[in-house]
Protein backbone atom coordinates (compact mmCIF):
# COMPACT_ATOMS: atom_id res chain seq x y z
CA UNK A 1 0.00 0.00 0.00
CA UNK A 2 1.45 3.44 -0.83
CA UNK A 3 1.01 5.85 2.04
CA UNK A 4 -0.56 9.03 0.60
CA UNK A 5 0.27 11.12 3.57
CA UNK A 6 3.84 11.26 3.89
CA UNK A 7 5.66 14.27 3.56
CA UNK A 8 7.64 12.81 0.86
CA UNK A 9 4.91 13.96 -1.42
CA UNK A 10 6.06 17.79 -0.86
CA UNK A 11 9.86 18.58 -1.91
CA UNK A 12 12.29 20.75 -2.66
CA UNK A 13 15.68 21.34 -4.85
CA UNK A 14 17.93 23.76 -5.51
CA UNK A 15 18.63 23.30 -9.34
CA UNK A 16 20.84 26.17 -9.54
CA UNK A 17 22.65 29.66 -8.02
CA UNK A 18 24.10 32.62 -9.12
CA UNK A 19 27.82 32.58 -7.92
CA UNK A 20 28.51 34.78 -4.95
CA UNK A 21 24.45 35.74 -5.10
CA UNK A 22 21.36 34.46 -3.66
CA UNK A 23 19.22 33.98 -6.42
CA UNK A 24 18.46 30.28 -7.16
CA UNK A 25 16.07 28.37 -9.48
CA UNK A 26 14.22 25.25 -7.80
CA UNK A 27 11.64 22.91 -8.27
CA UNK A 28 9.07 22.34 -5.26
CA UNK A 29 6.82 18.99 -5.79
CA UNK A 30 3.71 18.60 -4.48
CA UNK A 31 1.01 16.06 -4.57
CA UNK A 32 -0.61 18.15 -7.10
CA UNK A 33 2.05 18.86 -9.14
CA UNK A 34 5.64 20.47 -9.54
CA UNK A 35 6.38 24.57 -9.41
CA UNK A 36 9.56 25.66 -11.33
CA UNK A 37 10.97 28.68 -8.87
CA UNK A 38 11.41 31.31 -8.90
CA UNK A 39 7.58 31.30 -9.49
CA UNK A 40 4.87 33.97 -9.31
CA UNK A 41 1.91 32.59 -7.19
CA UNK A 42 -1.65 34.06 -8.46
CA UNK A 43 -3.88 35.47 -6.37
CA UNK A 44 -7.46 33.80 -6.31
CA UNK A 45 -8.75 34.86 -2.89
CA UNK A 46 -12.05 33.64 -2.37
CA UNK A 47 -11.34 30.53 -4.52
CA UNK A 48 -11.33 31.67 -8.06
CA UNK A 49 -8.80 34.55 -9.98
CA UNK A 50 -11.33 37.83 -10.77
CA UNK A 51 -12.66 37.05 -13.87
CA UNK A 52 -11.09 34.68 -15.41
CA UNK A 53 -11.19 30.74 -15.51
CA UNK A 54 -9.07 28.40 -14.11
CA UNK A 55 -8.44 26.69 -17.66
CA UNK A 56 -7.45 30.02 -18.23
CA UNK A 57 -5.07 30.99 -15.99
CA UNK A 58 -3.31 27.33 -17.27
CA UNK A 59 -3.09 28.60 -20.42
CA UNK A 60 -1.37 31.36 -19.39
CA UNK A 61 1.27 29.53 -17.63
CA UNK A 62 0.34 30.15 -13.99
CA UNK A 63 1.60 27.26 -12.17
CA UNK A 64 -0.11 27.86 -8.79
CA UNK A 65 -2.95 29.53 -7.04
CA UNK A 66 -3.08 31.03 -3.56
CA UNK A 67 -6.30 31.60 -2.12
CA UNK A 68 -7.41 32.97 1.54
CA UNK A 69 -8.29 31.34 4.68
CA UNK A 70 -9.49 34.13 6.00
CA UNK A 71 -12.30 34.44 3.14
CA UNK A 72 -13.09 31.09 3.02
CA UNK A 73 -13.22 30.67 6.22
CA UNK A 74 -16.61 33.04 6.69
CA UNK A 75 -17.17 32.09 2.84
CA UNK A 76 -18.41 29.41 2.03
CA UNK A 77 -16.99 27.91 4.94
CA UNK A 78 -13.85 25.71 4.89
CA UNK A 79 -15.83 22.34 5.93
CA UNK A 80 -18.02 22.86 2.65
CA UNK A 81 -14.31 23.16 0.59
CA UNK A 82 -13.68 19.52 2.75
CA UNK A 83 -16.57 18.01 1.32
CA UNK A 84 -15.90 19.22 -2.15
CA UNK A 85 -12.50 17.34 -1.78
CA UNK A 86 -10.41 20.74 -0.64
CA UNK A 87 -9.85 23.89 -3.01
CA UNK A 88 -7.97 22.76 -6.34
CA UNK A 89 -11.23 20.23 -6.96
CA UNK A 90 -13.30 22.56 -5.78
CA UNK A 91 -12.24 25.37 -8.34
CA UNK A 92 -11.20 23.71 -10.38
CA UNK A 93 -8.02 23.86 -10.46
CA UNK A 94 -5.85 20.51 -10.77
CA UNK A 95 -2.35 22.23 -9.68
CA UNK A 96 -0.85 22.88 -6.73
CA UNK A 97 -3.03 25.47 -4.39
CA UNK A 98 -1.70 28.11 -1.44
CA UNK A 99 -3.26 29.24 1.30
CA UNK A 100 -2.27 32.22 3.74
CA UNK A 101 -3.26 31.37 7.56
CA UNK A 102 -6.24 34.61 7.20
CA UNK A 103 -3.61 36.37 9.95
CA UNK A 104 -3.35 39.13 7.64
CA UNK A 105 -6.39 39.52 6.54
CA UNK A 106 -7.57 39.42 10.12
CA UNK A 107 -5.13 41.72 12.22
CA UNK A 108 -5.43 44.43 9.06
CA UNK A 109 -9.24 44.61 10.15
CA UNK A 110 -7.48 45.50 13.73
CA UNK A 111 -5.39 48.53 12.06
CA UNK A 112 -7.54 49.28 9.07
CA UNK A 113 -4.62 49.87 7.05
CA UNK A 114 -2.53 47.65 4.50
CA UNK A 115 1.04 45.93 4.40
CA UNK A 116 2.32 49.14 3.26
CA UNK A 117 1.51 52.16 4.98
CA UNK A 118 0.36 55.27 4.08
CA UNK A 119 2.60 58.37 3.59
CA UNK A 120 0.83 60.85 6.28
CA UNK A 121 1.51 58.33 8.70
CA UNK A 122 5.45 57.67 8.46
CA UNK A 123 7.21 58.42 10.96
CA UNK A 124 4.52 58.18 13.61
CA UNK A 125 4.80 55.18 16.17
CA UNK A 126 2.41 54.11 18.06
CA UNK A 127 0.70 51.17 18.70
CA UNK A 128 -2.47 52.83 18.92
CA UNK A 129 -2.93 54.56 15.73
CA UNK A 130 -5.66 53.53 13.52
CA UNK A 131 -6.63 54.52 10.09
CA UNK A 132 -9.22 57.79 9.93
CA UNK A 133 -12.88 56.50 9.86
CA UNK A 134 -12.01 52.85 10.32
CA UNK A 135 -13.57 50.95 13.39
CA UNK A 136 -10.89 48.76 15.12
CA UNK A 137 -12.78 44.94 14.14
CA UNK A 138 -10.22 42.84 15.84
CA UNK A 139 -8.34 42.43 18.91
CA UNK A 140 -5.47 40.18 19.60
CA UNK A 141 -4.51 38.43 22.72
CA UNK A 142 -1.77 35.62 23.89
CA UNK A 143 -4.10 32.97 22.90
CA UNK A 144 -5.36 34.21 19.42
CA UNK A 145 -7.77 37.03 17.63
CA UNK A 146 -10.95 37.97 17.83
CA UNK A 147 -12.43 39.52 14.94
CA UNK A 148 -15.51 41.02 13.44
CA UNK A 149 -16.72 39.75 10.05
CA UNK A 150 -16.24 42.36 7.59
CA UNK A 151 -19.23 40.49 5.56
CA UNK A 152 -21.62 40.92 8.27
CA UNK A 153 -20.17 42.41 11.95
CA UNK A 154 -20.71 38.58 13.36
CA UNK A 155 -18.11 37.84 15.82
CA UNK A 156 -15.41 34.90 14.69
CA UNK A 157 -11.90 33.82 16.90
CA UNK A 158 -9.34 32.99 15.36
CA UNK A 159 -6.35 30.33 17.07
CA UNK A 160 -3.21 28.66 15.58
CA UNK A 161 -5.35 25.88 16.27
CA UNK A 162 -8.22 27.14 14.42
CA UNK A 163 -6.45 28.56 11.82
CA UNK A 164 -4.51 25.13 11.14
CA UNK A 165 -8.05 23.55 11.03
CA UNK A 166 -9.92 25.62 8.83
CA UNK A 167 -6.36 25.44 6.26
CA UNK A 168 -6.62 21.45 6.60
CA UNK A 169 -10.12 21.17 5.52
CA UNK A 170 -9.39 23.85 2.66
CA UNK A 171 -6.89 21.52 1.47
CA UNK A 172 -4.29 23.50 -0.20
CA UNK A 173 -0.51 22.01 -0.92
CA UNK A 174 0.99 24.81 0.77
CA UNK A 175 -0.17 26.12 3.90
CA UNK A 176 0.84 29.42 6.11
CA UNK A 177 1.87 29.48 10.13
CA UNK A 178 -1.01 31.97 11.66
CA UNK A 179 1.04 34.82 13.00
CA UNK A 180 0.63 38.41 13.64
CA UNK A 181 0.71 41.16 11.56
CA UNK A 182 2.64 43.80 12.81
CA UNK A 183 3.21 47.65 11.30
CA UNK A 184 6.50 49.70 10.89
CA UNK A 185 4.42 51.89 13.40
CA UNK A 186 4.36 49.60 15.94
CA UNK A 187 6.77 50.11 18.41
CA UNK A 188 9.91 48.13 19.27
CA UNK A 189 9.04 47.25 22.51
CA UNK A 190 5.81 45.78 20.74
CA UNK A 191 7.59 44.08 18.13
CA UNK A 192 9.57 42.49 20.09
CA UNK A 193 6.28 41.09 22.08
CA UNK A 194 4.52 40.28 19.32
CA UNK A 195 7.52 37.99 17.69
CA UNK A 196 7.42 35.92 20.63
CA UNK A 197 3.83 35.46 20.18
CA UNK A 198 4.37 34.38 16.94
CA UNK A 199 6.98 31.75 17.91
CA UNK A 200 4.99 30.33 20.57
CA UNK A 201 1.57 30.47 18.00
CA UNK A 202 4.23 28.78 15.11
CA UNK A 203 4.65 25.99 18.01
CA UNK A 204 0.62 25.44 18.38
CA UNK A 205 0.69 25.72 14.78
CA UNK A 206 3.38 22.79 14.41
CA UNK A 207 1.71 20.37 16.92
CA UNK A 208 -1.93 20.83 15.72
CA UNK A 209 -0.89 20.51 11.94
CA UNK A 210 1.08 16.93 13.52
CA UNK A 211 -2.21 15.82 14.83
CA UNK A 212 -4.49 16.94 12.00
CA UNK A 213 -2.08 15.48 9.19
CA UNK A 214 -2.47 12.08 11.22
CA UNK A 215 -5.91 12.51 11.54
CA UNK A 216 -6.78 13.04 8.09
CA UNK A 217 -4.04 10.08 6.80
CA UNK A 218 -6.36 9.94 3.68
CA UNK A 219 -5.63 12.94 2.42
CA UNK A 220 -2.76 14.10 -0.12
CA UNK A 221 0.18 15.66 1.98
CA UNK A 222 -0.06 19.31 2.84
CA UNK A 223 2.76 21.32 3.87
CA UNK A 224 3.25 23.90 6.60
CA UNK A 225 5.27 27.19 6.04
CA UNK A 226 6.68 28.92 9.15
CA UNK A 227 5.84 32.82 8.57
CA UNK A 228 8.96 35.18 9.74
CA UNK A 229 8.35 38.36 11.08
CA UNK A 230 10.16 41.29 12.74
CA UNK A 231 9.03 44.53 10.78
CA UNK A 232 12.21 46.30 9.55
CA UNK A 233 14.45 45.29 12.59
CA UNK A 234 17.74 43.03 11.47
CA UNK A 235 18.00 41.47 14.80
CA UNK A 236 14.51 40.62 14.96
CA UNK A 237 14.29 39.19 11.30
CA UNK A 238 17.10 36.89 12.51
CA UNK A 239 15.92 35.63 15.37
CA UNK A 240 12.85 34.92 13.95
CA UNK A 241 14.65 32.81 11.41
CA UNK A 242 16.29 30.58 14.10
CA UNK A 243 13.59 30.41 16.50
CA UNK A 244 11.28 29.06 13.86
CA UNK A 245 13.65 26.18 12.61
CA UNK A 246 14.42 25.32 16.51
CA UNK A 247 11.25 24.58 16.84
CA UNK A 248 11.48 21.47 14.01
CA UNK A 249 14.12 20.29 16.22
CA UNK A 250 12.89 17.12 17.71
CA UNK A 251 9.97 16.69 15.42
CA UNK A 252 9.04 17.56 11.50
CA UNK A 253 9.65 21.18 11.46
CA UNK A 254 8.16 23.70 9.38
CA UNK A 255 8.49 22.50 5.27
CA UNK A 256 9.18 26.00 3.97
CA UNK A 257 8.88 29.30 5.00
CA UNK A 258 6.95 32.67 3.94
CA UNK A 259 8.94 36.10 4.88
CA UNK A 260 5.84 38.33 5.56
CA UNK A 261 5.31 41.82 7.78
CA UNK A 262 5.95 44.91 6.68
CA UNK A 263 8.15 45.30 3.39
CA UNK A 264 8.47 48.56 1.33
CA UNK A 265 10.27 49.03 -1.59
CA UNK A 266 13.27 50.33 -0.29
CA UNK A 267 13.63 47.97 2.45
CA UNK A 268 12.36 44.79 0.75
CA UNK A 269 15.39 42.96 -0.51
CA UNK A 270 17.25 43.59 2.49
CA UNK A 271 14.98 42.31 4.73
CA UNK A 272 14.34 38.96 2.29
CA UNK A 273 18.50 38.93 2.56
CA UNK A 274 18.79 38.62 5.83
CA UNK A 275 16.00 35.72 5.97
CA UNK A 276 17.72 33.96 3.55
CA UNK A 277 21.19 34.31 5.33
CA UNK A 278 19.56 32.32 8.82
CA UNK A 279 17.00 30.16 6.54
CA UNK A 280 18.27 26.74 5.73
CA UNK A 281 19.17 26.24 2.09
CA UNK A 282 17.08 23.25 1.51
CA UNK A 283 13.61 24.83 2.34
CA UNK A 284 11.76 26.98 0.14
CA UNK A 285 11.02 30.88 0.73
CA UNK A 286 7.81 32.37 -0.13
CA UNK A 287 7.57 36.58 -0.16
CA UNK A 288 3.84 37.03 1.22
CA UNK A 289 2.25 40.22 -0.64
CA UNK A 290 4.52 41.87 -3.56
CA UNK A 291 3.02 45.13 -4.65
CA UNK A 292 4.60 45.55 -7.70
CA UNK A 293 6.37 43.30 -10.84
CA UNK A 294 9.50 45.02 -10.65
CA UNK A 295 9.87 44.39 -6.80
CA UNK A 296 10.64 40.91 -8.17
CA UNK A 297 13.92 41.58 -9.32
CA UNK A 298 14.76 42.57 -5.34
CA UNK A 299 12.71 39.66 -4.39
CA UNK A 300 14.96 36.68 -6.14
CA UNK A 301 17.85 38.80 -5.72
CA UNK A 302 17.72 38.35 -1.96
CA UNK A 303 16.92 34.76 -2.65
CA UNK A 304 12.92 34.13 -2.75
CA UNK A 305 11.97 31.32 -4.22
CA UNK A 306 8.31 32.34 -4.83
CA UNK A 307 5.55 35.21 -4.21
CA UNK A 308 2.08 36.11 -4.28
CA UNK A 309 0.76 39.59 -5.56
CA UNK A 310 -3.14 40.41 -6.14
CA UNK A 311 -1.26 43.43 -8.11
CA UNK A 312 -1.54 42.28 -12.04
CA UNK A 313 -5.79 41.40 -11.09
CA UNK A 314 -6.55 44.25 -9.10
CA UNK A 315 -5.00 47.39 -10.95
CA UNK A 316 -6.22 45.77 -14.26
CA UNK A 317 -9.81 45.72 -13.57
CA UNK A 318 -9.40 49.84 -12.75
CA UNK A 319 -7.76 49.30 -16.90
CA UNK A 320 -4.51 49.99 -15.61
CA UNK A 321 -1.81 47.37 -17.34
CA UNK A 322 1.61 46.39 -17.77
CA UNK A 323 3.73 46.79 -20.65
CA UNK A 324 7.30 46.42 -21.42
CA UNK A 325 7.84 49.92 -21.19
CA UNK A 326 5.85 50.85 -17.99
CA UNK A 327 2.88 50.55 -16.52
CA UNK A 328 -0.21 52.85 -18.54
CA UNK A 329 -4.26 53.20 -17.82
CA UNK A 330 -5.79 52.15 -21.14
CA UNK A 331 -8.97 54.14 -20.05
CA UNK A 332 -7.39 57.32 -20.51
CA UNK A 333 -8.17 59.43 -23.84
CA UNK A 334 -4.94 58.55 -25.89
CA UNK A 335 -5.77 55.27 -26.50
CA UNK A 336 -9.68 55.97 -27.66
CA UNK A 337 -8.89 55.73 -31.07
CA UNK A 338 -5.61 53.49 -30.74
CA UNK A 339 -6.00 50.22 -32.85
CA UNK A 340 -2.89 48.56 -32.04
CA UNK A 341 -2.43 45.93 -28.91
CA UNK A 342 -1.64 46.84 -25.26
CA UNK A 343 1.76 45.86 -25.68
CA UNK A 344 3.47 44.35 -29.49
CA UNK A 345 5.65 42.88 -27.31
CA UNK A 346 3.05 40.62 -25.51
CA UNK A 347 2.15 37.14 -26.65
CA UNK A 348 -1.55 36.94 -24.31
CA UNK A 349 -4.73 36.15 -25.77
CA UNK A 350 -6.24 39.73 -25.45
CA UNK A 351 -3.16 40.93 -27.63
CA UNK A 352 -3.47 38.53 -30.03
CA UNK A 353 -7.21 39.33 -31.11
CA UNK A 354 -8.02 42.56 -29.32
CA UNK A 355 -7.10 46.68 -29.49
CA UNK A 356 -6.34 49.24 -26.66
CA UNK A 357 -9.41 50.69 -28.40
CA UNK A 358 -11.58 48.24 -27.78
CA UNK A 359 -10.51 48.03 -24.04
CA UNK A 360 -10.77 51.53 -23.72
CA UNK A 361 -14.87 51.15 -25.10
CA UNK A 362 -15.41 48.11 -22.80
CA UNK A 363 -13.77 50.25 -19.77
CA UNK A 364 -15.81 53.54 -20.46
CA UNK A 365 -19.12 51.29 -21.34
CA UNK A 366 -18.62 49.03 -17.53
CA UNK A 367 -18.82 45.97 -19.74
CA UNK A 368 -17.31 42.81 -17.78
CA UNK A 369 -15.25 41.54 -20.25
CA UNK A 370 -13.32 44.23 -20.03
CA UNK A 371 -11.62 43.13 -16.46
CA UNK A 372 -11.50 39.06 -18.33
CA UNK A 373 -9.71 41.10 -21.06
CA UNK A 374 -7.37 43.34 -19.03
CA UNK A 375 -6.46 40.49 -16.14
CA UNK A 376 -5.63 37.88 -19.11
CA UNK A 377 -2.81 39.98 -20.07
CA UNK A 378 -1.22 41.74 -16.85
CA UNK A 379 -1.42 38.08 -15.64
CA UNK A 380 0.58 36.58 -18.67
CA UNK A 381 2.61 39.74 -18.51
CA UNK A 382 3.95 38.77 -14.60
CA UNK A 383 4.42 34.76 -15.21
CA UNK A 384 6.10 36.03 -18.76
CA UNK A 385 8.07 38.13 -16.67
CA UNK A 386 8.87 35.61 -13.97
CA UNK A 387 9.69 32.39 -16.75
CA UNK A 388 12.18 35.27 -18.15
CA UNK A 389 13.95 36.04 -14.51
CA UNK A 390 13.85 32.55 -13.98
CA UNK A 391 15.78 31.60 -17.19
CA UNK A 392 18.19 34.58 -16.65
CA UNK A 393 19.26 33.45 -13.45
CA UNK A 394 19.81 29.94 -14.86
CA UNK A 395 21.63 30.82 -17.80
CA UNK A 396 24.06 33.46 -15.33
CA UNK A 397 22.87 36.77 -16.84
CA UNK A 398 20.44 37.58 -14.04
CA UNK A 399 21.87 41.46 -13.67
CA UNK A 400 22.01 42.42 -17.26
CA UNK A 401 18.24 41.56 -17.73
CA UNK A 402 17.53 43.17 -14.90
CA UNK A 403 19.00 46.39 -16.03
CA UNK A 404 17.90 45.81 -19.31
CA UNK A 405 14.24 45.37 -18.32
CA UNK A 406 14.15 48.25 -15.60
CA UNK A 407 16.03 50.42 -18.01
CA UNK A 408 12.85 50.05 -20.57
CA UNK A 409 10.08 49.64 -17.53
CA UNK A 410 11.31 53.62 -16.41
CA UNK A 411 13.06 54.60 -19.24
CA UNK A 412 9.00 56.37 -20.69
CA UNK A 413 8.73 57.89 -16.80
CA UNK A 414 12.63 59.25 -15.97
ZN1 LIG B 1 -1.05 40.89 -23.61
Not at 55 to 81: F, I, K, R, W
Not at 171 to 195: C, H, I, K, P, W
Not at 311 to 328: M, Q
Not at 402 to 411: C, D, I, K
Request: proline share 4%; glycine share 10%; aromatic share 10%.
Amino acid sequence: MTMINSSDNFGFEVTSTVPGGRARTGLITTPHGTIETPAFIAVGTKATVKSVLPETMAALGAQAVLANAYHLYLQPGSDLLDAAGGLGQFMNWPGPTFTDSGGFQVMSLGAGFKKVIAMDTVGITSDEVIAAGTERRAHVDDDGVTFKSHLNGSLHRFTPEVSMRVQHEIGADVMFAFDELTTLMNTRGYQEESLERTRRWADRCLTAHAQLTAARADRPYQALFGVIQGAQYEDLRRKACRDLEALGQDRPGFDGYGIGGALEKENLGTIVGWCADELPEEKPRHLLGISEPDDLFAAVEAGADTFDCVSPSRVARNGALYTRDGRFNVVTAANRRNFGPIDPDCDCYTCAHYSRAYLHHLFKAKEINANTLATIHNERFVIRFVDEIRAAVRDGHFDDFRRAFLARYYGSRH
